[in-house]
């Protein structure tokens, strides 16, 4: 079982990115998936969801109206754009997938970090 985030990386303050997380496991298409992040000397935070049809979503209120989470299973591939970032989106993301509610208070599976620096 494996979540591989992709995309981090160096931007100036009021970018943009997009990160994307591609899940091994097809059935993965039937659960929630969502992204946290962990910033330097923080604990780890829900950013977004996605439920498996994608008829809802949600955000954390720090990143409302800036970030929009997507995904296509056909490609089993969940997607996070990220635009007028800001130097405190600076954090670690990683993308998870929980067999329960859609909204994240328990995360089974993990994907690995992918680094996001936004430079003011």
């Known amino acids: 079982v494996q979540l591989q985030a992709s995309g981090g990386g160096l931007v100036q303050a009021g970018g943009s990115l997009r990160l994307s997380c591609a899940a091994s496991r097809r059935t993965f298409s039937s659960y929630t998936m969502g992204w946290f992040r962990q910033a330097p000397g923080k604990e780890r935070e829900f950013v977004s969801a996605?439920?498996?049809?994608?008829?809802?979503?949600y955000y954390a209120d720090s990143v409302k109206g800036r970030f929009t989470i997507s995904r296509d299973n056909a490609k089993n591939t969940m997607y996070l754009q990220m635009n007028s970032l800001k130097s405190e989106d600076t954090a670690v993301y990683y993308c998870?997938?929980?067999?329960?509610?859609?909204?994240?208070?328990?995360?089974?599976?993990w994907g690995q970090g992918t680094l996001v620096t936004v430079s003011s």
């Open positions: 998870a997938v929980t067999l329960g509610r859609a909204t994240m208070t328990t995360v089974d599976y």
């Open positions: 996605i439920t498996w049809s994608g008829d809802r979503l």
